[in-house]
């Protein structure tokens, strides 16, 4: 079930009201809420509900068995089999043909004659995001920053429907918290909910699809375009990913608020960032955080010296780039953003340690600083969006080689929604403010007939039809 | 990696404000009233497009009921002249048609001649490539995608945007006018070789843009159903056949894992073939139903070629991955290879084994 159809709607205007008159009844609600939210999972296939349900378990019974024990060796004996467990779920879905293809390529050129290990299998969708969010859970209790919670808030915690096949990836002490005491009806953010449903509608439905019709074409089969079109398509791409991504998880943070519930914010405008470093504390927050918390610092962080750092940095961000998807064009997108990240703070402990001083908050520097990075940003996410590494390498060689190439016309929709998209990153936060309050101070019907237009106006714009989901596929 | 993110959320909360000021938050009983309000607004200023949207659902008692209900609305917000504001406002932006539904087919008449085997096949080279469109449902989707990096490397082929369209066929051109559709490409680029696949979306009864007096259809494959799709497949070739000296390859359906789709495919592909039949030496049926299984084998996901296993469908046990694209543009790439001279680095036959 996707948020933007008639489907969901229909599903939300019943799970809305109830979620409300529920809430009193803590253990009630509990049920009610996880019902709802394996309807939700199971709409796609309901063998993956009876994943997520198996995943819920195992989880539980391994964080519960780590908190009866005090044996350190023990809980990190249970800590390991957690981790292989969801590890061990999550390669068989997501990586186990990768593994096998690639190594049946190796082994056939080096003249081994092996038997075909490819499995038929479907990935099951949000299966990286529940399975991270699962991992974080048992590794917070093995480190003592959380004790186990019962059985049917964990699986509340994990199923919940807002954020299960997309995220924001939520961490446990973000969310359950809030289920007790229930959040009050009479106090409820639904400003700030609406402003982020109708926007991240607009995005996917509107943004998103546009530039999808425009770039699709020319990655597929860049040398029938000129240097210049090739060129506006990866700057489409950047802007096409942030629309669906945000678009989608604009919507899940939305959704929860009218629910009661805050997640975590997940982008930050993250096409303002003057480094590299600044924008993965901007882009896909939640995912980010996660990689440094469970990844890059028990790896030891910037703790034992300049190399480690570099070598801890490249790791994260390779297996970054690998819970994207089962590819090696990922793993080049993860090293070569490991490897700016790299260059980011060997730059910056070289300017420290000269006593220079960081680039001012405006000015030339930063702007320079911001179309750098964004660039930077840009030229990786052609490994992102292609298929096949030669595919990208062939298509950044368009870049140079064809710029007298005969070629369609960029439409004027497309330089508007790239224009726009770059033009929110930049907007001060207050205009939006300003715009959430006066809204709120308006009556429901008003508001309704605001919203109204808004859903018009999006649909208008909009294809026939459900616009696929780019971050589906992770 | 090593800094707290900075949110618009945390610069509040270190300023001592919360999240959003308090003055912002409301009763959920307000926001109730405000959605259902804006639900209900959309609705009327949509009216058009949710009819739209309930007429090209897939057959069956749900789109019975979906267009009844939009019907009525759009009637009454006809009447109302409510709709016009969204009318108005996608004719300023050049988007006036966007509601229509338009179900006309505009078929040729005439079935192409046959034409004799040339003496002499037509040329071309790097100076005067071949341009081959490429059209179809989901399924066209990676074999287009694999011509698109195929073609061009023969240094002869010149290959048009891939034009796949999700969840369209040839039975529903309320969904989407593939008739109309053709014609236009047909006209804006001209191509040499006109390639289409079509199928997993049109095995079902139901049929709109029928001609009037047709006869009813029953079921899905009964004289009348086929009596229809007949004339639309035939249709689509004689459309690209209209120009002199076109050809057109119609890329057949591959076996399905689902038996009871399987054996629906086994209907269309045998009018695909017999409708290529009857316009000899113009258009070629290509078996990717032979090619991905070859002999009578069973189904499978995995198809040997050149000695190395490959997934070639997808998972769903429908769609082809681009590695089974590949398979069937080396299989086109051979068709046109018969029709045409390629003077030009053409790949070596696959050989494919089960």
Request: with cysteine.
């Amino acid at each position: 079930m996707l948020f933007p159809t008639f489907t969901f709607v229909v599903f939300f205007l019943i799970v809305w009201p109830l979620n409300w008159v529920l809430m009193r009844n803590r253990e009630r609600w509990r049920i009610f809420m996880m019902a709802a939210s394996y309807v939700f999972y199971a709409a796609w296939d309901w063998r993956f509900a009876l994943l997520l349900a198996g995943s819920t378990v195992i989880n539980q019974g391994f964080a519960v068995a780590m908190s009866r024990t005090t044996q350190q060796k023990r809980r990190t004996a249970l800590l390991a089999a957690t981790v292989v467990v969801n590890l061990g779920i999550l390669a068989y879905f997501k990586y186990w043909n990768f593994f096998v293809d690639s190594g049946q390529t190796v082994l056939g050129n080096l003249g081994f004659e092996v038997p075909s290990l490819l499995v038929d299998t479907v990935l099951p969708v949000g299966i990286s995001f529940f399975t991270f969010m699962a991992l974080s859970y048992v590794i917070d209790i093995y480190r003592g920053d959380y004790k186990p919670t019962t059985i049917s808030k964990f699986a509340v915690f994990l199923s919940f429907f807002p954020h299960l096949v997309a995220g924001p990836i939520v961490r446990p002490a973000e969310l359950v918290p809030q289920f007790d005491p229930p959040p009050d009806p009479r106090y409820v953010d639904t400003t700030r909910a609406f402003a982020l449903i109708a926007g991240g509608l607009f995005k996917k439905v509107v943004i998103a699809t546009a530039l999808a019709r425009f770039v699709d074409p020319v990655f597929g089969a860049p040398d029938q375009y000129s240097s210049l079109v090739v060129l506006v398509a990866v700057y489409a791409y950047a802007i096409q990913i942030y629309a669906d991504f945000s678009g989608y998880t604009d919507m899940a943070i939305g959704i929860a608020l009218l629910l009661g519930f805050r997640l975590p914010q997940n982008f930050n405008r993250p096409y303002a960032s003057s480094s590299l470093r600044e924008f993965w504390r901007r882009w896909h927050m939640t995912l980010s955080r996660w990689l440094r918390d469970y990844l890059y610092i028990p790896l030891g962080g910037n703790r034992k010296g300049r190399l480690r750092t570099y070598i801890n940095i490249m790791l994260t961000m390779l297996l970054g780039g690998l819970w994207h998807g089962a590819s090696w064009t990922f793993v080049v997108w993860g090293a070569l953003n490991g490897l700016g990240l790299v260059v980011d703070h060997w730059w910056v402990s070289r300017r420290e340690a000269r006593g220079g001083k960081e680039p001012a908050a405006s000015g030339p520097r930063r702007w320079g600083m911001i179309f750098l990075t964004f660039n930077f940003v840009c030229l990786a996410w052609v490994f992102f969006r292609e298929d096949t590494i030669s595919g990208a390498v062939q298509l950044l060689g368009h870049l140079f080689t064809a710029w007298d190439k005969p070629s369609p016309q960029i439409s004027v929709g497309v330089l508007l929604a790239i224009a726009a998209l770059l033009l929110t990153q930049f907007s001060p936060p207050r205009i939006g403010e300003q715009l959430r309050g006066v809204f709120s101070q308006i009556s429901p019907i008003a508001q309704g007939a605001v919203l109204g237009v808004t859903l018009m106006l999006t649909n208008l714009l909009g294809p026939y039809g459900v616009a696929p989901f780019i971050y589906f596929q992770f | 990696m090593t800094d707290e993110p900075t949110t618009d959320e945390e610069r509040r909360a270190r300023r001592g404000r919360p999240a959003e000021p308090r003055s912002n938050l409301r009763p959920i009983g307000h926001a109730m009233i405000a959605a259902l309000v804006a639900l209900a607004f959309a609705s009327v200023l949509d009216a058009r497009a949710l009819y739209k949207s309930a007429v090209t659902q897939p057959d069956g008692p749900g789109r019975d009921v979906a267009v009844a209900v939009t019907g009525a609305l759009q009637a009454v917000t006809n009447f109302t002249q409510v709709s016009q504001l969204r009318q108005g406002v996608a004719s300023a932006i050049g988007m006036g048609d966007k509601d229509t539904i338009d179900t006309n087919l505009n078929l040729p008449v005439k079935t192409a001649a046959a034409v004799p085997p040339a003496a002499i096949k037509p040329i071309f080279s790097p100076q005067k490539k071949l341009k081959i469109y490429m059209g179809g449902d989901s399924l066209m989707e990676t074999v287009g995608m694999a011509m698109e990096q195929i073609g061009p490397r023969t240094g002869v082929i010149k290959v048009e945007p891939n034009d796949f369209h999700i969840s369209t066929g040839l039975n529903r051109p309320d969904n989407f006018n593939w008739f109309n559709n053709l014609r236009s490409i047909l006209a804006s680029e001209n191509p040499d070789v006109v390639t289409l696949m079509f199928g997993d979306n049109d095995a079902d009864a139901f049929m709109s843009g029928m001609a009037a007096g047709a006869p009813q259809i029953q079921s899905f494959g009964d004289a009348a159903w086929e009596q229809e799709y007949r004339r639309r497949v035939g249709g689509m070739m004689d459309l690209a056949l209209q120009k002199p000296g076109r050809f057109v390859v119609w890329v057949g359906e591959p076996q399905m894992e689902n038996s009871d789709l399987n054996a629906k495919q086994v209907k269309l592909n045998s009018i695909y073939k017999s409708e290529a039949a009857k316009r000899p030496g113009r258009v070629a049926y290509l078996d990717t139903y032979e090619l991905f299984t070859p002999g009578g084998a069973p189904y499978s996901a995995n198809l040997t070629v050149d000695g190395a296993t490959k997934l070639v469908r997808e998972p769903d046990g429908e769609h082809i991955t681009l590695d089974g694209g590949a398979v069937v543009t080396g299989a086109i790439l051979k068709i046109l290879q018969e029709h045409f001279t390629l003077q030009g680095a053409l790949p070596p036959s696959l050989s494919l084994t089960q």
